[in-house]
């Protein structure tokens, strides 16, 4: 005997396309992100010891010039000389030089061609600016 069944079959029904339903949410897009590949550190260099250079010592610095050697040069530059404070000729300051070598000499210039050597039998103070 067949046993009548019923089914309940909801009623599907169709809806327009322009009635306000929600639009279904688009799934997120993961990101993508691309790694590097790992970078290799490089070998290390091998350690070698310092050459050692033989090294010779410095030039002695230059004698100084005498004090007589020091007048004949600006004489030759066209200085102007004072002895204890009075105008004198270059060839009175080399004789003054030759008689006494324990003058005290000073030379002063503004440029290449304007000096001015000042002998004197006093010491001679060199006065800061």
Known sequence: MEVPVRV???????VPAHVNAPKP??????EII??????????PKAVTAPEIMEVSPP????APKSP???IKEMAKKGA?????????S?????KLLKSDNSLNIITNHSDESDYVVNISSEIIEIKPD
């Open 8 to 14: 309940n079959v909801p009623e599907i029904v169709e």
């Open 25 to 30: 949410k688009a799934a997120p897009v993961p």
């Open 34 to 43: 691309e790694v590097p590949a790992p970078v290799k550190a490089p070998k």
């Open 59 to 62: 030039a002695p610095p230059a």
């Open 68 to 70: 007589l050697e020091h």
């Open 80 to 88: 102007k000389f004072r002895f204890n404070g009075e105008s004198i």
């Open 90 to 94: 270059s060839s009175k300051a080399i």
